[in-house]
Antibody
């Protein structure tokens, strides 16, 4: 199971950390990804991380603003989001795998608006 | 960045009919292409990975084909639960990219 949390309404320029709690599988052996979906729009891959914490990859749209990390001792995945923009408004999913993710959480909603 | 273009944008069909969805890549992705199904209010579900392999639990009426730049998802006989939006996705290069989606709707 994957359970995302941390999403909320915040103003442009703000920061937010999303969390994803994993259970039911050997978390540290899985690469993980964040994928987002703006309201009424398609899917956009955001970031991925190796099972041991490296390597990390980012979409151009978030490079330099978002940081992906994980705590394998707590089976947790994180996404630190800085300098948020209106276009970052989306439902953020965590998912297992960095290739074609095969198991997804239900998402947490981030709304960036003044 | 590899751009994936899906067609058509919307496919209007009746239950029992055959659905054929297309995905074209801006450069070769070898066979590293997946298809996802998404229903309203739900997370995406992996249907096909690496062009032609059904994910766990996916019915045999779903099949994928293609390699290089042109791919097809076929649903041989639509069931009511198959009406959804379908996305293709490549894992050849970073960043991973998705197509814009094809909506399969009831005619």
């Amino acid at each position: 199971q994957l359970l995302e949390s941390g999403g909320r309404l915040l103003q442009p320029g703000g920061s937010l950390r999303l969390s994803c709690a994993a259970s039911g599988f050997h978390f540290s052996t899985y690469d993980m990804s964040w994928v987002r979906q703006a309201p009424g729009k398609g899917l956009e891959w955001v970031s991925a991380i190796g099972g041991g914490g490296t390597p990390t990859f980012y979409a151009d749209s978030v490079q330099g603003r978002f940081v992906i990390s994980r705590d394998n001792s707590k089976n947790m995945l994180f996404l630190q989001m800085n300098s948020l923009r209106a276009e970052d408004t989306a439902l953020y999913y965590c998912a297992t795998g960095a290739g074609s993710p095969d198991f997804w959480g239900q998402g947490t909603l981030v709304t960036v608006s003044s | 960045e590899i751009v994936l273009t899906q067609s058509p944008a919307t496919l209007s069909l009746s239950p029992g009919e055959r659905a054929t969805l297309s995905c074209r890549a801006s450069q070769s992705v070898d066979s590293f292409l997946a298809w996802y199904q998404q229903k309203p209010g739900q997370a995406p579900r992996l249907v096909i990975y690496d062009a032609s392999n059904r994910a766990t639990g996916v019915p045999a009426r779903f099949s994928g084909s293609g390699s290089g730049t042109d791919f097809t998802l076929t649903i041989s006989s639509l069931e009511p639960e198959d009406f959804a939006v379908y996305y293709c996705q490549q894992r050849t290069n970073w960043p991973r990219t998705f197509g814009q989606g094809t909506k399969v709707e009831i005619k």
